[in-house]
């Protein structure tokens, strides 16, 4: 056999017959092959053309045989590597949690890229043989929000910015921080952005963005409306922000460079689509389990959940807060995370600002996402505890429960 790559988490080597073995090493060795063989065979339930296809399982060698999908394509730029993950999340369910130009290969036999390592990824349920894309008949949805918000103790002003938005078929209106409503025929969009760039730069980056995005708001609704895991007008709204930003900042030599985060949920009958950059986060907790469904844009966030470092080098790397890509900034292009996937009675989500990460571990997030008490209680008890353990940064939530009648 040849060698294809002898790493701390796996030995990948290439048989006669043109078969890759991957033997699995290191911590979670367990988990990342069964999360692996789980994934490939979805994605060959679902027909996706360009990954490889499991042959054999040897759980008891934490060993899979797979087919070959190419080489290693040493000059594909990210942006190249971000759009053939968004198609494989938005064409296939499945959210690859290492999306890096590492992980993709090109095959000659196909004629084409593929995708491949998917020992970190998360599956996307599908449902079938529901109206309205899930919504079954007679059901009544309804949404429940609690938005939380304190300037940090090295801040001159609050850079972080929210928005609660009740959207309907010609009139936008923006809600109270508590408060709750049906979702037919209104939509609700939740929304936070953490503004970059010193003196007020932050703050008028993360106001004026969640203000072009309300601008929007009609022609999101009239495409989700239809299709809500069509995320084309999402995606448009926010490149228009983007430049927006960076044409004012031009305006302004105390403002040049000025840049914000932006996490979106955008919440239909049973449907929920997220747009984002940035860190600032939107978690979904569903059946007593809690996942991070955006991606940080950073550097040491990739690596972390690599499982190259643990949470807590994660959290104390003195560059985890640097950002490869927001909105605005100076620079040309953004390529912003979109997800559609549908919603479950029961689910809640939650929305916040580097700041509550900053105080609070993945472990002490989840313990209060389980938590019974009324909702507004647990929104006030993940703020009091991140500002109690931090508290340095500003730091915002919207903690929201989905739930039908």
Known sequence: MKDLKDGIRAL??????????????????EDRYHQEVA????LEERDCPYVPRLLEEHPEEFRIVTTSCGAPVPQLTQKKADSLFQALERDFGVIHDDPEPRNVTYSTQLGRFCLIDFELATIIPQTSGSLDHGQKEGEIWKVRWHARTKKGGHSEGNDDFYSILGIAPGHTHIREKTGESLLDPEHTLLAISDGMGGQNAGELASRLILSWMRRSSSLIYE???????????LER????????????ALEDEKIRGMGA???????????LTMAHIGDSRLYLHRDGETRQLSTDHSIAFQEWKAGKMTEYAYRNHPRRAALYDSLGG????????FLS???????RLLLCSDGLVDGLS?????????????RGEIADSLLARAVANDGGDDTTLIFAEISHL
Do not use: W
């Open 12 to 29: 990948v080597r290439l048989d006669f017959q043109g078969r890759v073995h991957k033997t699995y090493r290191g911590s979670g060795i």
């Open 39 to 42: 994934v490939l065979k979805i």
């Open 223 to 233: 495409a989700l409306a239809k299709h809500p895991e069509d995320t084309s007008a």
């Open 237 to 248: 709204a926010m490149h228009r922000a983007h430049l927006g930003l960076n044409e004012v």
């Open 261 to 271: 985060t932006l996490t979106i949920a955008y919440i239909t009958p049973a449907y």
């Open 330 to 337: 100076g620079h040309e292009h953004i390529n912003p995370q």
């Open 341 to 347: 996937l549908p919603l479950q009675h029961g689910d």
């Open 362 to 374: 993945e472990q002490a997030i989840h313990q209060e996402l389980c938590s019974l008490p009324p």
